[in-house]
């Protein structure tokens, strides 16, 4: 509904919208919802959780290794995720390896298999786990490693209320887990 005359513009969801929902939510926490900065924040906020929350799909693509028998490194690859006990965010980076058997993956299904696993209600060691499981299963390397280093704004913003930490999930799989000498290459080459 819209007021003629004055300069108020009183937004009116449909009643059990999700938009609605949010205007009840913000209503309930004291909040006006006339004013002007919050108006169309429910509207806003469906749209953000719709947009981030949509799985995304990619091919993964493969090929042929010809012969690469060492390890493959994507490091620094930015990552969002909202923690599913909070629904606050979480964001960080990530460094992926593998050490290709007889196939090769095109280096941006990396970064893609990230956000196709963050891009959702999460926590941070279910990606790292998925991440490297999805790796193994398409690709079945000699072995794979995934490191994630993110801030939880969960814990930055409210209970302990620690600002500048960070969270270290990792997973190994085959020659990481079992060769040391391999952990440590990736653990060193991911400083650079």
């Known amino acids: 509904m819209e007021i003629i005359g004055t300069t108020a513009q009183i937004m009116e969801y449909p009643i059990n919208s999700p938009e609605w929902h949010v205007q009840q939510i913000l209503k309930y926490l004291g ?3 006339d004013r002007e900065g919050l108006r169309e924040t429910p509207k806003r906020y469906i749209k953000f959780l719709k947009e981030f929350l949509q799985k995304t799909e990619f091919k993964f693509t493969a090929f042929d290794a010809e012969g690469t028998d060492e390890m493959i490194i ?3 690859i930015p990552f969002y995720s ?3 006990h909070h629904m606050a965010p979480f964001y960080g980076t990530a460094a992926i390896a593998y050490v290709p058997t007889d196939k090769i993956v095109g280096i941006s299904k990396l970064p893609r298999t990230l956000d196709h ?3 959702m209600l999460q926590n941070q060691e279910r990606i790292t ?3 490297a499981e999805r790796l193994q299963k398409e690709l079945n390397p000699k072995g794979v490693a995934v ?3 993110a801030q939880h704004l ?3 913003m409210r209970g302990v209320k620690k600002h500048d930490t960070w969270t270290i999930t990792s997973k190994m799989m085959g020659i990481f887990l079992e060769q040391g000498q391999a ?5 060193d080459l991911i400083k650079v």
């Open 31 to 33: 909040e006006d919802i």
């Open 154 to 156: 969960c814990m930055n």
């Open 183 to 187: 952990r440590a290459e990736f653990l």
């Open 147 to 149: 490191l994630l280093k």
């Open 74 to 76: 994507v490091n620094n």
């Open 129 to 131: 786990t998925q991440v």
């Open 82 to 84: 909202l923690c599913e």
């Open 117 to 119: 696993y963050a891009n």
